[in-house]
Nanobody
Framework: QVQLVESGGGLVQAGGSLRLSCAAS????????MGWYRQAPGKQREFIAF???????NYANSVKGRFTISRDNAKNTVSLQMNSLKPEDTAVYFC?????????WGQGTQVTVSS
């Protein structure tokens, strides 16, 4: 069964750090670009970061310099290290695999940053 499972969310104070992980089925990981999106209440889902199979990365301006995406090709996992968290980072964070002909999404993990 193809799946993406996120973990690592939680409650943190502003200025703190969290590390999210996404465990993927190998078939939708090894050759796919992997990434993270987030969705805050009442807002559209927004792009955060992606990493290609070769390790190239791209970030949204809102997180650049604070968040770092990485992947472990041996463990089929993609991680998001989030530092200097702000209350506006509060959202449900989703892992995504860009596939052909379809993309895959995880179920999401809640991140709450208190002021």
């Amino acid at each position: 069964q193809v799946q993406l499972v996120e973990s690592g969310g939680g409650l943190v104070q502003a200025g703190g750090s969290l590390r999210l992980s996404c465990a993927a089925s190998r078939s939708i990981f090894i050759l796919n670009t992997m990434g993270w999106y987030r969705q805050a209440p009442g807002k559209q889902r927004e792009f955060i970061a992606f990493i290609t199979p070769g390790g190239s990365t791209n970030y949204a301006n809102s997180v650049k310099g604070r968040f770092t995406i990485s992947r472990d090709n041996a463990k089929n996992t993609v991680s998001l290290q989030m530092n200097s968290l702000k209350p506006e980072d509060t959202a449900v964070y989703f892992c995504k695999s860009w596939g052909v002909p379809t993309d895959y999404w995880g179920q999401g993990t809640q991140v709450t940053v208190s002021s």
